[in-house]
């Protein structure tokens, strides 16, 4: 009985250890403003963000866009996308040179009502890139996503009401001629509580292109995905030393 019993417990474990290794793992770091000076829950310092990408350089991590999210290439685990909510103008002025400098990539998420304006959302607002500055972007470094038309809630909407928000987000890119890869980042990470609803938003995405979407979650994803519409992401803030951004992209989160 003991012998069994030992041999089942082998068995799960390495059933359980293969189970591990075969799954491609990939992080996904959420960012939202870049500032020269300041730092807070939002606002990474571009030093910070410099010392951030080398260190998943040195760590041998691979930058890769949402294009690339469900390769093959993905086996080594060691795979990272830098996304970026709200589109501001400061990625442009003080993402983009580093991002370049360290060969990186990032996508962007459009607010797509407020393109050109400012984040009046929030309560500290920051001027958001226009449509002309959208399409001037390097493509070689920024790959633009969906994040609404007018960055609500979408547990505080009804599905029909979910449908034209996004129906719109995807006009305003084919009016201004920019491509889009179908990739959608909930605004503050809201999504409905209730299953059937939520079963009900994702096939309205699907409908409409949408292969993926984004929420934070803190948690580092396995491919392949059991449901491409709740990816999760690591919620990057400008308040984390490095040890503590090291230990985030170690782990999913901080412990
Ligand atoms: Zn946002």
Not at 30 to 51: A, C, F, I, N, W
Not at 138 to 164: A, N, P, W
Not at 233 to 247: N, V
């Amino acid at each position: 009985m003991l012998l069994v019993i030992v041999v089942l417990v082998v068995f799960v474990g390495v059933a359980f250890l293969q189970l591990r290794k075969s799954g491609n793992r990939v992080r996904i770091l959420m960012y939202h403003k870049v500032d020269p000076s300041r730092r807070d829950m939002l606002t990474v310092t571009t030093e910070q963000l410099g010392q951030q990408l080398e260190h998943l350089q040195k760590q041998g991590y691979e930058f890769i866009s949402v294009r690339n999210l469900s390769d093959v290439s993905l086996s080594t685990g060691k795979g990272v996308l830098i996304t970026f909510d709200d589109a501001y103008v400061n990625n442009l002025e003080y993402a983009y040179p580093v991002l370049k400098e360290h060969k990186a990539k990032a996508t962007l998420f459009v607010p797509s009502g407020y393109a050109g304006q400012t984040s009046q959302w929030d309560i500290a607002a920051e001027p958001l890139l226009s449509p002309e500055q959208l399409q001037q972007l390097d493509t070689d470094v920024f790959e633009l996503g969906l994040h609404s038309h007018t960055h609500r809630h979408y547990g505080k909407l009804s599905v029909v009401e979910i449908e034209e928000d996004l129906r719109q987000n995807i006009q305003f890119f084919n009016e201004n001629n920019l491509s889009f890869i179908p990739a959608f980042a909930y605004p503050y990470g809201g999504r409905p509580k209730d299953k059937t609803f939520k079963r009900e938003m994702q096939q309205a995405m699907a409908a409409l292109g949408i292969r993926f979407a984004f929420r934070i979650g803190n948690r580092i994803n396995r491919f392949p995905l059991s449901n491409p519409y709740e990816i999760q992401r690591i919620d990057i803030r400008g308040t984390d030393t490095l040890e503590d951004f090291a230990r985030k992209v170690k782990w999913g989160k901080q412990f």
